[in-house]
């Protein structure tokens, strides 16, 4: 995806407009205090919500599509707390603008990634469905044509690429800017830059597993230290433990991928293929492989499911990202316009006066 054009940025003549806002050495007030509590607290209810019960919770579909859930919510808190702050875009400083809508492209070219490799998965069901409704008939000739199914299935999901693997300068980027820009003399600019950072840190991390869940490559996962001082540090540390858990439990088993239930449909096609090969051979226990097909049709159903579900939630974190990006860039727009047309106002001001 192509980042937008955007608009020119009026020029302000006091410079950094955060030194205009408020007094220097000034402090949060109680107001600002709430604010960023409010937030702080509902982002450590969110991590802590997401932490894995157990082992098998981790990078199955109905987690993952938990985190994608989550990430859209405290996207959208942001959204809320910027109004509620009463910080026009014409305050935010140039550098603020520049990685916001620069982020945002970034996040935006993720989702798609993402997206991409869902689409892999719900191509492979499709094979996976012709296997299914060639077993559903009893007679034997069927065997054939399903087990040519299932080898087009296990062709099809073990040579599948991830995009997600060769976004790493993407992902070092997004690292590279969980660093806080300094802010002076402005209350509300340090609450921002304040919740900016814990937004950061979750939507690195989420898509940092992300990514490790459809690529296999451990690469790009990180180890985050969240200072104490912020109230949600000690959920995102036993959130990023678990994980981090999770994934050396999964390493050391030797699966083919991290994505449980993929992993659950791969096991009982390979069962199931060795059980036709037996039956084409003449020995193949007839009630043991009705009850594989079932077992196998329903972890397939699953597998889809959680496909679409998670589908829909990656959508959703795109649309709040290109909004958000969007009604920004209206902002910067509208307030050029106003700018110039107080320009002009000025200069036809001076004219008259010659």
């Known amino acids: ?8 940025r009026p020029f302000f003549h006091f410079g950094n407009p955060f030194r205009a806002i408020s007094p220097k050495g000034s402090k949060l007030s109680s107001r600002l205090v709430f604010l960023l509590a409010t937030f702080e607290d509902s982002l450590a209810q969110k991590l802590s919500k997401l932490t894995p019960k157990s082992d098998n919770d981790v990078f199955s579909f109905l987690w993952m599509g938990l985190a994608m ?13 910027i109004g509620d702050l009463e910080l026009p875009v014409s305050d935010w400083g140039e550098k603020w603008l520049d990685e916001y809508l620069d982020v945002s492209v970034k996040l935006l070219d993720i989702c798609n990634d993402f997206s991409s490799d869902l689409s892999q998965l719900n191509q492979g069901h499709l094979i ?9 008939s009893t007679s034997s000739n069927q065997f054939v044509p399903a087990r ?13 690429t991830s995009r997600v693997e060769n976004r790493s300068p993407i992902m070092d980027h997004l690292e590279e800017l969980l660093d806080l820009p300094k802010v002076k003399n402005s209350p509300k600019g340090k609450v ?11 939507t690195l991390f989420i898509c940092s597993v992300f ?13 985050i230290n969240v ?25 050391s088993s030797g699966r083919f991928t991290a994505l449980r239930d993929l992993n659950a449909v791969d096991e009982r096609v390979k069962k199931l293929h060795s059980m036709i090969q037996e039956n084409i051979d003449g020995g193949m226990k007839v009630e043991e492989c009705q009850n594989l097909i079932v077992d196998l049709r329903s972890e397939a159903e699953k ?46 001001g001076n004219r008259d006066g010659v």
């Open 69 to 81: 859930k989550l990430l859209c919510e405290i996207h959208n808190d942001v959204k809320t707390l």
């Open 148 to 160: 040519s199914s299932l080898d087009a299935w296990n062709q099809h999901i073990s040579s599948r």
């Open 1 to 8: 995806m192509s980042k937008p054009q955007e608009p020119h």
């Open 192 to 202: 921002l830059m304040q919740v900016m950072y814990g937004v950061k840190v979750a």
């Open 211 to 223: 990514a490790y869940a459809f690529s296999g490559s451990s690469k790009r996962l990180l180890s």
């Open 303 to 348: 597998l889809t499911q959680g496909v679409d579900h998670l589908t829909k939630q990656v959508d959703e974190f795109f649309y709040i990202v290109l909004s958000g990006r969007d009604a920004l860039l209206s902002n910067l727009r509208s307030s050029e316009i106003v700018f110039d047309q107080g320009m002009r106002g000025c200069l036809q």
């Open 227 to 251: 200072p104490d001082t912020y109230r949600w540090a000690q959920a995102f540390t036993e959130l990023q433990k678990n994980v981090n858990m999770g994934i050396k439990i999964n390493h």
């Open 128 to 136: 996976l469905r012709c296997a299914l409704h060639n077993l559903a």
